[in-house]
């Protein structure tokens, strides 16, 4: 699909965005209020070679910012590949903008709705034996600014960025008879081979040497060996290193401690965090970005097996701490363990590790925002940045006081809880205890947000991408920060 900029071109589908309160932005068509509600589609169909009119609501003007936009285009996306034969789409981005009287620029509405209709149109069917109809051959967005190359370089960079997100998608909706720790290390190496990514992986051999006994132990139950994915994106090595780090349990059965239910195939969703990471890298990569970054991906498989480690097991790690096992699909934190402290190993000054790493988060924060532990500053940019690109988060406590839930009668502590309370914040502090000193750290819960249950705004049912735009944009603002502050922290 080609997507071009301009004036106003004649198309099978004319596309205007409403929202509430605004003026009537549609000729000879007269609009109810329902049709103006945010997520609501709807089709005036033409007659004969009359284009066919597909007004799209945004719900109150006053709330209309870029999340809207793309959530918009998301809907309007599917709405529009559920007809047949429409080869054509025009959108009318310039009299919206016009309307909103300054509350969002031109380059931010054609960013958005850009992105959203990208992700919007994202469709995992490759083992469907009827695909999805993909008809459309062109979208226009109609604008002030004349000429395809007015907003060329932003249609790149978006399509860049949606391309990262719908890598980190695929990769979580995979099935596990496909995507397991070994294919996975595979898919990466041949993703960034002809990037400016230096990829190193650590296997079993390198895991012992390294002392990585989380990895290790969780992976025993596996026919598949585990792994730690090292990706190194260096275009300035005097800026302090950043590590971006994944939890990336490929398929999480819960060890001995199983899963059970009547259909558990969500338990691919487990390396959501991984995805996160190796999307933004995705991204990263084909930018021009000046930064010093290294991406870290526990990779394993949770399985039940003769083999497999068993409640009480005790986990030795190399920064002298043990670790009662109270149940072993906490396994989480065993492998982010390990990969927390080779970022130490590694000399990183910041870390944001992410993970699917508690069903406790989505208690507290519902489906629709990650939680964020850790340093307060660094939770703060993140929080902003979410809230700009979508993949809200929300600033959570470090209670010290709970320190006291992490006892073990014979070991250092334990993996889980004696009760199920707060159990989201003493997963955060169990990974903090894996921090270096010296680096300011922020872990991000994403167990709630890695899927949606049926689709909504440019989220399909299944796999959400979430964290891939906002690590990638994370990195962005701290390249920045970087050469600001000459190299140094701000």
Not at 63 to 69: G, H, P
Not at 188 to 198: G, H, I, L, N
Not at 245 to 251: E, L, P, Q, S
Not at 432 to 460: C, E, L, S
Request: proline share 4%; glycine share 10%.
């Amino acid at each position: 699909m080609k997507i071009t900029t301009g004036f106003v071109q004649t198309a099978d589908v004319m596309v205007y965005l409403c929202p509430e309160n605004a003026g009537q932005p549609v000729p000879r068509l007269e609009l109810r209020p329902a049709m103006k509600a945010r997520g609501a589609v709807t089709w005036f169909y033409g007659r004969g070679e009359e284009a066919h009119v597909l007004i799209v609501g945004l719900g109150p003007e006053a709330k209309v910012n870029a999340e809207r936009v793309r959530e918009a285009a998301g809907n309007a996306a599917r709405a529009v590949h559920k007809e047949e034969g429409f080869a054509t789409v025009s959108v009318m981005l310039e009299s919206f903008v016009r309307a909103l009287s300054g509350a969002l620029s031109e380059e931010e509405a054609v960013r958005a709705w850009t992105e959203g209709w990208l992700l919007g149109s994202y469709a995992f069917d490759k083992y469907k034996s009827r695909k999805e109809a993909r008809t459309v051959e062109r979208l226009h967005l109609v604008c002030a600014e004349a000429g395809e190359a007015s907003y060329e370089q932003v249609l790149q960079q978006t399509a860049i960025r949606a391309e990262g997100a719908m890598f980190a998608r695929d990769l979580c909706n995979e099935p596990p008879n496909v995507l397991h720790p070994e294919s996975l290390v595979e898919i990466v190496r041949e993703r960034f081979a002809e990037r400016p990514v230096d990829v190193r992986v650590y296997g079993e051999r390198e895991l012992a040497d390294l002392g990585m006994n989380g990895l290790l132990t969780v992976a025993q139950g596996s026919r598949y060996k585990p792994a730690l994915i090292e990706l190194t994106f260096c275009t300035d090595p005097s800026q302090p290193l950043l590590a971006l780090v994944g939890k990336g349990i490929t398929f999480d059965m819960g060890g001995m401690n199983v899963k059970s239910g009547r259909d558990i195939s969500d338990a691919r969703f487990d390396m959501g965090g991984a995805c996160a990471v190796l999307g933004a890298m995705d991204m990263i990569s084909r930018s021009e970005l000046q930064a010093n970054i290294v991406a870290l991906v526990a990779v394993a498989d949770n399985m039940p097996d003769a083999a497999a480690f068993v409640p009480s097991t005790v986990i030795a790690y190399p920064n002298g701490l043990s670790v009662q096992v109270g149940n072993t699909d906490a396994e989480g934190r065993l492998v982010l363990a390990d990969a927390l402290l080779h970022a130490g190993r590694l000399g990183a000054r910041e870390v944001v590790d992410i993970a699917t790493l508690t069903g406790n988060v989505g208690e507290a924060l519902g489906l629709g925002v990650a939680g964020a532990w850790g340093d307060r500053k660094l939770v703060e940019t993140l929080a902003g940045i979410g809230e700009h690109c979508g993949d809200r988060l929300w600033p959570m406590p470090l209670v010290d006081d709970y320190e006291e839930l992490l006892r073990s009668d014979y070991a250092d502590m334990n993996n889980i809880p004696p009760i199920s309370y707060g159990g989201a914040i003493v997963a955060a502090l169990f990974l903090r205890r894996f921090v270096a000193d010296a680096m300011r750290w922020v872990h991000i819960d994403m167990a709630n947000t890695v899927q949606a249950k049926a689709a909504r705004g440019y989220y399909p049912a299944g796999a959400t991408g979430y964290g891939a735009r906002l690590l990638a944009d994370f990195a962005v603002s701290r390249a920045e920060a970087n050469r600001s502050a000459g190299g140094g922290e701000d």
